[in-house]
Nanobody
Framework: QVQLVESGGGLVQAGGSLRLSCAASGRTFSTSNMGWFRQAPGKVREFVAS????????SYADSVKGRFTISRDNAKNTIYLQMNSLKPEDTAVYYCAAGPTLFDYWGQGTQVTVSS
């Protein structure tokens, strides 16, 4: 099993920045893929960004390219999501996810609210 704990959410004005963190524990050798998803009220959960633990290749949703950056700290088994130039439409619960191939493990989510 892998446990994921997110932190760093909050309320920010449009144009501001936040950094989310996701700490992994347990069978972390299974977390070859890690990523971030989000779910806004009344909408389906959507992909935001992902990173392969080995090699560090990244992928981003078109809606966040150029504004969000995913990164990792190997020693802390932690990934981050730096979110800049935030927009009201970025308001959602953000979830960290991980797994060996698919995203099998999920965190509890952290709320991000962007005011206009």
């Amino acid at each position: 099993q892998v446990q994921l704990v997110e932190s760093g959410g909050g309320l920010v004005q449009a144009g501001g920045s936040l950094r989310l963190s996701c700490a992994a524990s347990g069978r972390t050798f299974s977390t070859s893929n890690m990523g971030w998803f989000r779910q806004a009220p009344g909408k389906v959960r959507e992909f935001v960004a992902s990173m392969k633990w080995s090699g560090g290749s990244t992928s981003y949703a078109d809606s966040v390219k150029g504004r969000f950056t995913i990164s990792r700290d190997n020693a802390k088994n932690t990934i981050y999501l730096q979110m800049n130039s935030l927009k009201p439409e970025d308001t959602a619960v953000y979830y960290c996810a991980a797994g060996p191939t698919l995203f099998d493990y999920w965190g509890q989510g952290t709320q991000v609210t962007v005011s206009s």
